[in-house]
């Protein structure tokens, strides 16, 4: 039998693999096999082997399929596509995105050319339709060949006034700081465009006709409040993120219809003692827990709000809901996914109140395994609504004071048991809470803590949502799931190698049990490298999503998995509530047919919402943080490296939690080489070297509270153990121990113990 030739062996006539690989690479567009055996100098007999050659090289990764039967080099954009701009260059340029990069690494960087003379300026969000030129390695220029929106964009910041302008529609113009810090320009509002806003100001602004190169100029079209309000900072992000505040009229009317329940068609569980284990601060209330001995297991009844009684497929309230997809929270407010007639009325479980509600009753062996569960629409009566540092206290105090807590931790001790056992992924990531006195200002910046009593609930909810995908799988009606799918093999790969640095090993193949890297977490616990390992580890895992179709929870280690316990705040909630309705017959409000042909879109929809509000509350943090440590510029903290890239280092103070940005240009002089395997920037010359998680000491040099950036340099010379936690003064530029800067710019779940987003 003749032997198979190698894979880089070429028939006879045929390019090699590599002849192939670089020549498409070093095409500026798309090339197919015309294009290729024109350049080779093939005829018709080569036509099938080429076309082997070309399906091999793209099964491997080395050239990307770009349209019917043509290729282009991976990563490489086509000659047109849809980008979406995300700010401005220093010269008031647009700058994109390609939309929806499916590449690897970051998306490449789209220069969009000038608008032609007359039209609106391109403002961040905006959509069009590019024609596209490489001009270096992730780099494009681009130019308009469609605007895919009908209006133009809109520019979010804050009013400066020209001198002598005055503002307030005086005549003088000025000019937009933008409050995005992808956005390196100012934009120009000429005078009599100023719209009556005053200096200090946050503004929506639409772009005017433009000449060309240059700061481009904007109209005020909304007056938002002053910078220096309470609610400046959420104001900013929720307008930053389109997080939709004002509900219809219909919606409202309806919130505001409601009525209690009776207790007709309902299972009656006021004899229960249900009570609500929730933060000090939290604003509503969904879920109600009770625990009690049976023989040697645990009764454990999980009561939710009954929101699909109020809010019914197709209406006014439904169509809101979905828009809105979940709840947003932030320091000094919530963006809730329901008006508050309901949310903080009818559909939370106020103590001593009836309310209607979905409940799930469940049978757990002294093991913590489920032996049986039962689902039923009933009314219920909060006996009380408790804290968690309440119950934490009355526990370690040993009483069962307000309320019977003994059979809680009972429970959950089984729980715990049976989740240590199955092995799951419990990730050790600080989490810092934001305190704001009365005028709305940064007060202090705490630790927030992990009790047994968060964990207590976080496991009861759990179990619930897992008996709820498995009863409608019973029921076979549509479940929307909650998926989280195993890391990639790219992901695990460069994982497996980061942790070979540390001598520690995973399991060959790509079947990695979470356990396998819980083993890891639990083996590096209280060691210096427990923060890094921890980091990396996060960044390895893909995101959580909402899926109709099941692929089980990796993180989790569970096959089925359902968010049925805050319906009040997450619509994929409400829909499973509808499913068990419809399922189990329990009366109306239950899922309508066209309403599950849509899951698709909708699971989309949804996973989409839930990640802008989780941007948005990480945004809010960050900008109350930038005005946090606005007054303490030139101050010294102790800091941890939490990212590393080849523009600089990003650097987290251990006693705020504030992150921000030490550029490469404030450095010490060298040629900085960017290792992305190792997550390091090494000196060259100097031989030093930073890596993700190191401890550093840094002077903050520059805050943004209007962008929430924050500037850092690193100290040299004194180790960050040898001084303080921080927040004295520290050397200035040219000083020992300081870098002179290099000119840069700064730019670059639910509250109090639920924030894991499962």
């Given at each position: 039998?003749?032997?198979?030739?190698?894979?880089?062996?070429?028939?006879?006539?045929?390019?090699?693999?590599?002849?192939?690989?670089?020549?498409?690479?070093?095409?500026?567009?798309?090339?197919?096999?015309?294009?290729?055996?024109?350049?080779?100098?093939?005829?018709?007999?080569?036509?099938?082997?080429?076309?082997?050659?070309?399906?091999?090289?793209?099964?491997?990764?080395?050239?990307?399929?770009?349209?019917?039967?043509?290729?282009?080099?991976?990563?490489?954009?086509?000659?047109?596509?849809?980008?979406?701009?995300?700010?401005?260059?220093?010269?008031?340029?647009?700058?994109?995105?390609?939309?929806?990069?499916?590449?690897?690494?970051?998306?490449?960087?789209?220069?969009?050319?000038?608008?032609?003379?007359?039209?609106?300026?391109?403002?961040?969000?905006?959509?069009?339709?590019?024609?596209?030129?490489?001009?270096?390695?992730?780099?494009?220029?681009?130019?308009?060949?469609?605007?895919?929106?009908?209006?133009?964009?809109?520019?979010?910041?804050?009013?400066?006034?020209?001198?002598?302008?005055?503002?307030?529609?005086?005549?003088?113009?000025?000019?937009?700081?933008?409050?995005?810090?992808?956005?390196?320009?100012?934009?120009?509002?000429?005078?009599?465009?100023?719209?009556?806003?005053?200096?200090?100001?946050?503004?929506?602004?639409?772009?005017?006709?433009?000449?060309?190169?240059?700061?481009?100029?904007?109209?005020?079209?909304?007056?938002?409040?002053?910078?220096?309000?309470?609610?400046?900072?959420?104001?900013?992000?929720?307008?930053?993120?389109?997080?939709?505040?004002?509900?219809?009229?219909?919606?409202?009317?309806?919130?505001?219809?409601?009525?209690?329940?009776?207790?007709?068609?309902?299972?009656?569980?006021?004899?229960?003692?249900?009570?609500?284990?929730?933060?000090?601060?939290?604003?509503?209330?969904?879920?109600?827990?009770?625990?009690?001995?049976?023989?040697?297991?645990?009764?454990?009844?999980?009561?939710?709000?009954?929101?699909?009684?109020?809010?019914?497929?197709?209406?006014?309230?439904?169509?809101?809901?979905?828009?809105?997809?979940?709840?947003?929270?932030?320091?000094?407010?919530?963006?809730?996914?329901?008006?508050?007639?309901?949310?903080?009325?009818?559909?939370?479980?106020?103590?001593?109140?009836?309310?209607?509600?979905?409940?799930?009753?469940?049978?757990?062996?002294?093991?913590?395994?489920?032996?049986?569960?039962?689902?039923?629409?009933?009314?219920?009566?909060?006996?009380?609504?408790?804290?968690?540092?309440?119950?934490?206290?009355?526990?370690?105090?040993?009483?069962?004071?307000?309320?019977?807590?003994?059979?809680?931790?009972?429970?959950?001790?089984?729980?715990?048991?049976?989740?240590?056992?199955?092995?799951?992924?419990?990730?050790?990531?600080?989490?810092?809470?934001?305190?704001?006195?009365?005028?709305?200002?940064?007060?202090?910046?705490?630790?927030?803590?992990?009790?047994?009593?968060?964990?207590?609930?976080?496991?009861f909810m759990v179990l619930a949502n897992v008996c709820a995908a498995e009863e409608l799988e019973r029921l076979h009606q549509p479940c929307?799931?909650?998926?989280?799918?195993?890391?990639?093999?790219?992901?695990?790969?460069?994982?497996?190698?980061?942790?070979?640095?540390?001598?520690?090993?995973?399991?060959?193949?790509?079947?990695?049990?979470?356990?396998?890297?819980?083993?890891?977490?639990?083996?590096?616990?209280?060691?210096?490298?427990?923060?890094?390992?921890?980091?990396?580890?996060?960044?390895?895992?893909?995101?959580?999503?909402?899926?109709?179709?099941?692929?089980?929870?990796?993180?989790?280690?569970?096959?089925?998995?359902?968010?049925?316990?805050?319906?009040?705040?997450?619509?994929?909630?409400?829909?499973?509530?509808?499913?068990?309705?419809?399922?189990?017959?329990?009366?109306?409000?239950?899922?309508?047919?066209?309403?599950?042909?849509?899951?698709?879109?909708?699971?989309?929809?949804?996973?989409?919402?839930?990640?802008?509000?989780?941007?948005?509350?990480?945004?809010?943090?960050?900008?109350?943080?930038?005005?946090?440590?606005?007054?303490?510029?030139?101050?010294?903290?102790?800091?941890?490296?939490?990212?590393?890239?080849?523009?600089?280092?990003?650097?987290?103070?251990?006693?705020?939690?504030?992150?921000?940005?030490?550029?490469?240009?404030?450095?010490p002089d060298d040629f900085w080489m960017h290792d992305e395997a190792t997550a390091s920037l090494n000196g060259r010359r100097t031989r030093?070297?930073?890596?993700?998680?190191?401890?550093?000491?840094?002077?903050?040099?520059?805050?943004?509270?209007?962008?929430?950036?924050?500037?850092?340099?690193?100290?040299?010379?004194?180790?960050?153990?040898?001084?303080?936690?921080?927040?004295?003064?520290?050397?200035?530029?040219?000083?020992?121990?300081?870098?002179?800067?290099?000119?840069?710019?700064?730019?670059?779940?639910?509250?109090?113990?639920?924030?894991?987003?499962?």
């Open positions: 039998m003749p032997r198979k030739p190698p894979p880089d062996a070429a028939p006879k006539g045929l390019p090699s693999r590599d002849d192939v690989r670089t020549f498409i690479r070093e095409q500026p567009g798309r090339v197919g096999k015309r294009e290729i055996s024109r350049a080779f100098g093939l005829g018709p007999e080569h036509r099938v082997a080429l076309r082997g050659l070309l399906k091999d090289l793209a099964g491997e990764g080395e050239v990307a399929p770009a349209g019917h039967r043509r290729f282009s080099a991976p990563g490489r954009l086509p000659e047109s596509m849809v980008v979406q701009i995300t700010g401005t260059d220093p010269d008031g340029d647009a700058v994109a995105r390609p939309v929806g990069w499916e590449g690897g690494g970051p998306p490449p960087t789209v220069f969009m050319a000038p608008e032609p003379k007359g039209r609106p300026a391109l403002a961040p969000g905006e959509r069009v339709v590019a024609r596209l030129r490489e001009i270096g390695p992730g780099k494009y220029e681009g130019r308009t060949l469609k605007r895919l929106t009908d209006a133009p964009g809109r520019v979010l910041g804050v009013f400066r006034a020209n001198r002598g302008g005055g503002g307030g529609g005086g005549g003088g113009g000025g000019r937009i700081e933008p409050t995005d810090k992808k956005s390196k320009a100012e934009w120009v509002v000429p005078p009599g465009e100023e719209g009556g806003a005053e200096p200090g100001e946050i503004v929506l602004a639409s772009p005017l006709p433009a000449g060309g190169y240059g700061l481009k100029p904007a109209r005020v079209i909304e007056r938002l409040g002053s910078m220096g309000d309470a609610r400046s900072v959420s104001l900013i992000v929720i307008h930053t993120h389109d997080i939709p505040t004002e509900f219809p009229e219909g919606a409202v009317a309806e919130a505001e219809r409601a009525r209690g329940v009776t207790a007709r068609g309902r299972t009656d569980l006021r004899e229960l003692l249900l009570v609500t284990i929730d933060s000090e601060d939290a604003r509503d209330f969904d879920d109600a827990v009770h625990a009690e001995p049976d023989g040697d297991g645990f009764f454990l009844t999980v009561a939710i709000a009954d929101v699909s009684h109020y809010v019914r497929p197709g209406s006014a309230l439904d169509r809101s809901a979905w828009t809105r997809g979940n709840s947003c929270y932030f320091p000094d407010r919530v963006v809730p996914m329901l008006p508050e007639a309901l949310s903080n009325g009818w559909c939370s479980l106020r103590p001593n109140e009836d309310r209607g509600c979905l409940f799930v009753r469940m049978r757990v062996g002294d093991d913590g395994q489920k032996i049986s569960h039962t689902f039923g629409r009933g009314i219920m009566r909060s006996a009380a609504r408790l804290t968690y540092e309440q119950v934490q206290e009355a526990h370690d105090a040993g009483t069962d004071t307000p309320l019977p807590i003994s059979p809680l931790y009972a429970a959950f001790r089984s729980l715990l048991a049976a989740r240590n056992a199955r092995g799951t992924l419990d990730l050790d990531l600080p989490e810092r809470k934001v305190i704001l006195d009365d005028a709305g200002r940064v007060a202090s910046v705490q630790p927030r803590p992990r009790l047994d009593s968060h964990r207590l609930i976080e496991e929307m799931y909650r998926v989280h799918a195993p890391p990639s093999d790219e992901k695990l790969e460069n994982l497996r190698g980061f942790l070979r640095g540390f001598d520690i090993s995973l399991p060959p193949g790509n079947q990695i049990h979470p356990r396998d890297l819980d083993r890891v977490l639990k083996k590096v616990a209280g060691t210096e490298e427990a923060p890094l390992i921890n980091e990396v580890m996060l960044r390895s895992q893909s995101q959580a999503a909402y899926s109709p179709d099941n692929i089980g929870h990796f993180g989790l280690s569970l096959a089925r998995y359902a968010h049925f316990t805050s319906p009040i705040r997450r619509y994929a909630d409400l829909l499973v509530h509808r499913a068990l309705i419809a399922g189990l017959k329990l009366g109306p409000g239950g899922l309508e047919a066209d309403e599950a042909a849509r899951f698709p879109d909708t699971a989309e929809h949804i996973t989409a919402t839930e990640r802008r509000a989780a941007l948005a509350e990480r945004d809010a943090i960050d900008r109350y943080l930038a005005a946090y440590m606005a007054d303490k510029v030139g101050a010294v903290f102790a800091a941890r490296i939490s990212g590393v890239t080849r523009f600089g280092l990003f650097v987290t103070v251990a006693q705020s939690g504030a992150s921000g940005l030490v550029p490469v240009s404030s450095l030093l070297s930073f890596r993700l998680a190191q401890e550093v000491e840094v002077r903050l040099a520059e805050a943004s509270p209007v962008t929430g950036g924050l500037l850092f340099h690193i100290m040299q010379g004194v180790p960050a153990s040898a001084r303080g936690a921080g927040g004295r003064p520290g050397p200035g530029p040219g000083q020992p121990g300081g870098f002179k800067p290099g000119g840069f710019k700064p730019g670059g779940a639910k509250p109090g113990g639920r924030a894991r987003r499962q």
